[in-house]
């Protein structure tokens, strides 16, 4: 076998060296990084060669090591924890070896007799008490410190770590200007992994709903993470107001926020506790997310708790689905005479369903690929069908809501003539992208197409001060500063959260 294809299968340890004696024999460069190496294990060492480096003097004119300026002599290893033979004498290292194993002391030959040692000693980088150590096996030392130095950049990058949010929504852009920047299905992940190879971006989420989309991580501060991240997004194309970037504590207090409900369409709305839990799961599965979203999501979580039990009670208890039902007992005289059609079998799917047969309608619900299971009582007043039988159904519907995630438009243009063009027909679109092609309303003129955003404008909050309620909030948050302190400490110096 050559050389270089030689190696050892090893057995990785720490040793604890400090105030144990440990020596080198011999005082060139490579023995100088293992005294060096020695030292800052805290260990005794003594070194013994004829001739020094001048560093290695100097650092036994300071006390630092014990240095014999003389030949070794076997009695040399007595007492002492390891030996690294370090001479550029192939068999002197070769006598160094035999001493140590006559007294059962772990040596280290740092030259071509390494197969025959005790022990090597890997690459290794210590930052603020961790220890970061690569082993080829003695295949390849090179190719060991590439790696370390690799290694050693990113705990550098890591030691200075915090929380980053980047992100835009419905009080940013508008929906027919925010629906780009949306991540759904494959280009949710593709983006995901993306970042994921970007160095200074260690852990995160991507929070994707009807309003917003969010990347929420763990960041180093170098001013060219944000750029590389805002380029993937395509923020670097628009203005620095259609879109938010958090940092630190006001990215603590901005998720605190969103979980609670507060930033959502519907101030208050439920739904963001499930899609957050969604989001980080999606994280889990693609290796996005490990211990440290794992600390602020749910505290994030945690606090939303208090901050709803102040809001709740000066909030409407709305979701997006009230919001749609309501607009739609607005519009029409009696709702209860009307054929709604429910395109989604999702959690809003269901929850429009419910509503719409409390508000007394005749229902129709469509599902796509997972057939929902209905109840005994619902099956009375619900009629099922699938996707494939849209528009057979469409004749006899006067209200359409969809809420799919699905990345296409579910209604389009060539829908518009299948609807009864004697009734005055109205769609409502919640989802995100879009389900309903806007230009369809064009085909049909009594055709009316509702989506968030106009929805968004219909709403009135005139009974909700939301001022005054982030400022309750915002008091809430601060009690909590000591959370985020500790999160934090646990990011940049790996103390647990306690």
Same mark, same amino acid.
């Given at each position: 076998?050559?050389?270089?294809?030689?190696?050892?299968?090893?057995?990785?340890?720490?040793?604890?060296?400090?105030?144990?004696?440990?020596?080198?024999?011999?005082?060139?460069?490579?023995?100088?990084? *293992?005294?060096? @190496?020695?030292?800052?294990?805290?260990?005794?060492?003594?070194?013994?060669?004829?001739?020094?480096? /001048?560093?290695?003097?100097?650092?036994?004119?300071?006390?630092?090591?014990?240095?014999?300026?003389?030949?070794?002599?076997?009695?040399?290893?007595?007492?002492?924890?390891?030996?690294?033979?370090?001479?550029?004498?192939?068999?002197?290292?070769?006598?160094?070896?035999?001493?140590?194993?006559?007294?059962?002391?772990?040596?280290?030959?740092?030259?071509?007799?390494?197969?025959?040692?005790?022990?090597?000693?890997?690459?290794? #980088?210590?930052?603020?008490?961790?220890?970061?150590?690569?082993?080829?096996?003695?295949?390849?030392?090179?190719?060991?410190?590439?790696?370390?130095?690799?290694?050693?950049?990113?705990?550098?990058?890591?030691?200075?770590?915090?929380?980053?949010?980047?992100?835009?929504?419905?009080?940013?852009?508008?929906?027919?200007?925010?629906?780009?920047?949306?991540?759904?299905?494959?280009?949710?992940?593709?983006?995901?992994?993306?970042?994921?190879?970007?160095?200074?971006?260690?852990?995160?989420?991507?929070?994707?709903?009807?309003?917003?989309?969010?990347?929420?991580?763990?960041?180093?501060?170098?001013?060219?993470?944000?750029?590389?991240?805002?380029?993937? #997004?395509? #923020?670097?194309?628009? @203005?620095?107001? !259609?879109?938010?970037?958090?940092?630190? #504590?006001?990215?603590?207090?901005?998720?605190?926020?969103?979980?609670?409900?507060?930033?959502?369409?519907?101030?208050?709305?439920?739904?963001?506790?499930?899609?957050?839990?969604?989001?980080?799961?999606?994280?889990?599965?693609?290796?996005?997310?490990?211990?440290?979203?794992? /600390?602020?999501?749910?505290?994030?979580?945690?606090?939303? *708790?208090?901050?709803?039990?102040?809001?709740?009670?000066?909030?409407?208890?709305?979701?997006?689905?009230?919001?749609?039902?309501?607009?739609?007992?607005?519009?029409?005289?009696?709702?209860?005479?009307?054929?709604?059609?429910?395109?989604?079998?999702?959690?809003?799917? *269901?929850?429009? =369903?419910?509503?719409?047969?409390?508000?007394? !309608?005749?229902?129709?619900?469509?599902?796509?690929?997972?057939?929902?299971?209905?109840?005994?009582?619902?099956?009375?007043?619900?009629?099922?069908?699938?996707?494939? %039988?849209?528009?057979?159904?469409?004749?006899?519907?006067?209200?359409?809501?969809?809420?799919?995630?699905?990345?296409?438009?579910?209604?389009?243009?060539?829908?518009?003539?299948?609807?009864?063009? %004697?009734?005055?027909?109205?769609?409502?679109?919640?989802?995100?992208?879009?389900?309903? %092609?806007?230009?369809?309303?064009?085909?049909?003129?009594?055709?009316?197409? =509702?989506?968030?955003?106009?929805?968004?404008?219909?709403?009135?909050? %005139?009974?909700?001060?939301?001022?005054?309620?982030?400022?309750?909030? /915002?008091?809430?948050?601060?009690?909590?500063?000591?959370?985020?302190?500790?999160?934090?400490?646990?990011?940049?110096?790996?103390?647990?959260?306690?």
């Amino acid at each position: 076998m050559k050389k270089n294809e030689y190696h050892k299968i090893v057995f990785p340890v720490c040793l604890l060296a400090e105030n144990r004696h440990c020596l080198v024999v011999g005082a060139g460069k490579v023995a100088l990084r *293992k005294i060096r @190496s020695l030292i800052d294990a805290k260990a005794n060492v003594t070194v013994v060669a004829p001739e020094s480096e /001048d560093e290695i003097k100097k650092l036994s004119s300071e006390g630092t090591i014990n240095l014999h300026e003389r030949e070794f002599v076997s009695s040399d290893v007595e007492k002492m924890f390891v030996v690294f033979a370090a001479t550029n004498d192939r068999g002197a290292n070769r006598k160094i070896l035999a001493s140590c194993n006559l007294k059962k002391i772990l040596c280290c030959c740092v030259d071509g007799n390494w197969p025959d040692s005790d022990f090597v000693s890997p690459a290794t #980088f210590r930052e603020s008490g961790l220890t970061i150590s690569v082993s080829s096996g003695g295949k390849s030392c090179r190719r060991s410190r590439l790696i370390k130095e690799t290694l050693a950049k990113h705990i550098e990058m890591a030691s200075n770590v915090d929380m980053l949010i980047l992100g835009t929504s419905h009080n940013y852009l508008s929906l027919d200007k925010r629906e780009i920047f949306h991540l759904n299905g494959d280009k949710l992940i593709e983006t995901g992994k993306m970042i994921a190879n970007l160095s200074g971006v260690h852990e995160f989420i991507l929070l994707n709903t009807c309003n917003r989309m969010e990347l929420i991580a763990i960041v180093s501060p170098a001013p060219e993470v944000s750029n590389l991240l805002k380029r993937i #997004f395509g #923020f670097d194309k628009i @203005s620095d107001t !259609c879109y938010y970037e958090k940092r630190g #504590f006001d990215a603590f207090r901005h998720l605190a926020t969103v979980t609670s409900g507060l930033r959502s369409q519907v101030p208050g709305e439920h739904h963001i506790v499930a899609q957050v839990k969604e989001a980080l799961n999606q994280a889990n599965e693609q290796n996005w997310a490990d211990g440290m979203m794992h /600390d602020w999501i749910p505290s994030a979580l945690h606090l939303s *708790k208090d901050i709803r039990k102040v809001t709740t009670p000066i909030l409407h208890d709305f979701e997006i689905e009230d919001l749609g039902i309501d607009y739609l007992k607005a519009e029409c005289q009696n709702l209860s005479d009307k054929t709604v059609m429910i395109i989604g079998a999702g959690t809003v799917g *269901k929850g429009l =369903v419910r509503r719409a047969i409390e508000a007394g !309608c005749n229902c129709y619900w469509c599902y796509h690929s997972n057939r929902p299971e209905m109840s005994s009582e619902w099956q009375k007043k619900v009629r099922l069908f699938s996707l494939n %039988e849209l528009r057979e159904r469409l004749p006899s519907t006067e209200i359409v809501i969809c809420a799919t995630s699905s990345t296409r438009y579910i209604l389009h243009k060539g829908h518009a003539p299948f609807f009864d063009q %004697e009734k005055e027909i109205i769609i409502i679109d919640l989802s995100i992208p879009r389900n309903v %092609e806007p230009e369809i309303h064009n085909v049909m003129p009594g055709l009316k197409v =509702v989506d968030l955003d106009d929805l968004k404008h219909w709403y009135r909050k %005139e009974a909700v001060d939301m001022t005054e309620v982030f400022k309750l909030t /915002d008091t809430i948050i601060s009690k909590h500063k000591k959370r985020y302190d500790k999160i934090i400490n646990s990011f940049q110096n790996g103390n647990e959260i306690k």
